[in-house]
């Protein structure tokens, strides 16, 4: 041992200074040869337990991964290596930014990720049912009338995202009376329109047309009336009715004239008013009286409101 330990003594401080001269050079040489470096990979996002029954929609579906390391390690690295994603566990309804996370390689060191954060809107899919409106445009031919239109089915179901269904406020069925000289029966698509009249995209309907029939007359009557609105006095207690306007304002009916003389206007069906919130417009069916016909049996109702100070 007294042997080994002069050995290892001999000459100790050229030997530790010979260790530290390599030491220094390897890390010159790997330094120089191996130095360190960033790079960016961009790569998909994956969303981890999105929950059923929600249309998702995220702000981008791609980040930016920026890493550091000696660049040996990149010689071998691709985009498949690096993972970014999205736990949705937690979400709630409605828009909100989530934070990513990130999976690299061994060796490597996070610089940034690009965004950090991604706005994803969960929107419910929800189903409400609604009256179809059937709209008739023209008029029969010559001395024809309008004497019943009668429609296969005359509700529907709309299916879709709770922000597109609520927009829905009507199904419109159209139907053209032009030059009709006789009863026929015809298929028309149905329309989501909202409050403005404008088709509502992205919502699915339970059925995509009805079947129209129509009865033509000879001999019937016309006769054009005022339209009378008959809305329920439910109006929330903050609000005030500041008028009502009926489109149109007349509309042409039809029967025999013995029918049509006791006629002097045709009121709407009763229309609540609870739901009012700033005014607007909506769709409201006619009461129309035995034996008297109107080629269109829904009007349009706008109501203006108030606030009581």
Do not use: C
Not at 6 to 16: C, D, E, G, R, T
Not at 80 to 102: C, I, M, P, Q
Not at 150 to 160: A, F, I, L, R
Not at 204 to 220: D, H, M, N, Q
């Amino acid at each position: 041992m007294s042997r080994l330990g002069s050995l290892v003594q001999h000459n100790l401080l050229a030997k530790l200074a010979a260790l530290i001269v390599a030491v220094v050079l390897w890390l010159y040489v790997m330094n120089d040869q191996n130095p360190s470096m960033e790079a960016s990979y961009t790569v998909p996002v994956t969303m981890e337990s999105v929950p059923d029954g929600y249309l998702m929609h995220a702000g981008t579906d791609t980040v930016t991964i920026r890493v550091r390391g000696p660049r040996s390690y990149f010689v071998s690295a691709d985009n498949s290596d690096f993972h970014a994603r999205v736990d949705l566990s937690n979400f709630t309804e409605g828009e909100r930014a989530y934070a990513v996370k990130t999976s690299i390689p061994y060796g490597f060191e996070l610089v940034s990720v690009s965004p950090d954060r991604i706005n994803i809107t969960l929107d419910r899919i929800i189903q409400r049912t609604f009256r179809i409106n059937l709209s008739a445009s023209g008029k029969p031919a010559d001395g024809f009338t309008v004497e019943g239109l009668k429609q296969s089915n005359d509700k529907v179901t709309v299916e879709g995202p709770r922000s597109l269904v609520d927009q829905v406020t009507e199904i419109a069925a159209y139907v053209s009376l032009s030059d009709r000289t006789g009863d026929f029966t015809t298929t028309v698509s149905l329309v989501p329109l909202n409050a403005d009249g404008r088709e509502v995209q992205g919502v699915t309907l339970s059925s995509a047309s009805t079947e129209v029939t129509g009865k033509i007359a000879r001999g019937l009557s016309r006769k054009t009336v005022d339209v009378q609105a008959k809305p329920r006095s439910d109006l929330p207690p903050q609000l005030k009715l500041e008028g009502i306007a009926v489109q149109p304002a007349r509309i042409e009916i039809s029967g025999t004239k013995d029918v049509l003389d006791k006629v002097t206007s045709i009121e709407t069906e009763d229309f609540s008013l609870s739901d009012v919130k700033e005014g607007g417009t909506r769709q409201v069916h006619l009461r129309l009286p035995n034996g008297v016909t109107a080629a269109n049996q829904t009007v349009t109702v706008e109501i203006k409101v108030g606030t009581i100070q």
